[in-house]
């Protein structure tokens, strides 16, 4: 009998032994208001030592909002989409909850590798903890954005479809956790692909209509381009959202449903896969 195999027989377990799926699932639940701290005390810690702190929460994505408002409304010109402004906005700040959960998501396992030899907890926590955090930073977005539409649209603006935002929000929310945790695993294992990150950032963010209208683009309802767009899970976000919230925009189900099975199957797909990883998480090899 091996020395392993004799330190299992009196009910010793190997220093960081990946559990079953289910039993690790129920850890992570247990764990949650860990994720939730780590996640709060990391966005403290982003904007410590600024001047203006959290407010950079919403002044960096209401400045980029308005650059690219500026830039794309001169250089589209008549083929900027109706109600631009509410649409911009909209798509910005929703394309940013997902480009902070994919990048650093990204890097959730690599930037936190002392805290991962250190501690034993469930690592998926640590992707969990980022997409936390990009929610907490949405939320002051959020209010920015209810007010520009007040302001363009007026308060008959304000309607149902609004509330319509907290679960497409929360589907998002699962989604960006299934990408983070994807990511999370392969930039273990090759740390080169983060230096990629940014440019499948940007790449997504001119497919996926954060600021032009997908028909006043391609006039050409067969056109392949725009067909190719239109499984973009990210662009079918933008679009339920502008239907709730942006004059003159509709609500398609075939876009719930596209989302629906994106978002459930790559998160069930992103914890089996990172699971599967468990104990390499903060090994050298």
Do not use: C
């Not at 997504?204 to 056109?223: A, C, M, Q, R, W």
């Amino acid at each position: 009998m091996s020395s392993e195999q004799y330190a299992l027989s009196h009910g010793l377990k190997k220093v960081g032994a990946r559990p079953t799926l289910f039993k690790y699932i129920r850890e992570a639940f247990s764990r949650i208001d860990f994720a939730y701290t780590l996640a709060s005390y990391g966005n403290e810690a982003t904007n410590a030592k600024s001047r203006l702190g959290s407010w950079w929460n919403i002044l960096l994505p209401t400045i980029q909002a308005s650059t690219y408002g500026l830039i794309f409304g001169l250089i589209l010109g008549a083929s900027k989409p109706d109600n631009f402004l509410p649409f911009l906005f909209t798509g910005v700040f929703l394309f940013g909850f997902f480009q902070g959960s994919f990048t650093n998501g990204a890097s959730s396992i690599v930037n936190r590798s002392g805290l991962v030899r250190s501690l034993s907890f469930p690592r998926v926590l640590l992707p969990l903890s980022v997409i936390i955090s990009q929610a907490i930073a949405l939320i002051p977005q959020l209010l920015v954005l209810a007010v520009l539409l007040v302001v363009v649209q007026g308060f008959g603006s304000i309607t149902f479809g609004w509330l319509m935002m907290v679960p497409l929000l929360a589907v998002m929310f699962i989604f960006n956790f299934g990408v983070a945790m994807v990511m999370a695993r392969i930039t273990v294992h090759v740390q080169d692909l983060s230096k990629l990150v940014p440019f499948f950032n940007r790449v997504l963010f001119y497919v996926s209509g954060v600021f032009f209208s997908l028909e006043k683009i391609f006039t050409d309802p067969d056109n392949i381009w725009g067909k190719l767009i239109q499984f973009n899970p990210i662009f079918d976000f933008l679009n339920l959202a502008r239907g709730y919230l942006v004059h003159g925009y509709s609500v398609r189900p075939e876009e719930w449903i596209s989302i629906l099975i994106w978002s459930f199957g790559l998160a069930i797909f992103g914890l089996v896969f990172f699971w599967s990883a468990e104990e390499r998480y903060g090994r050298e090899d």
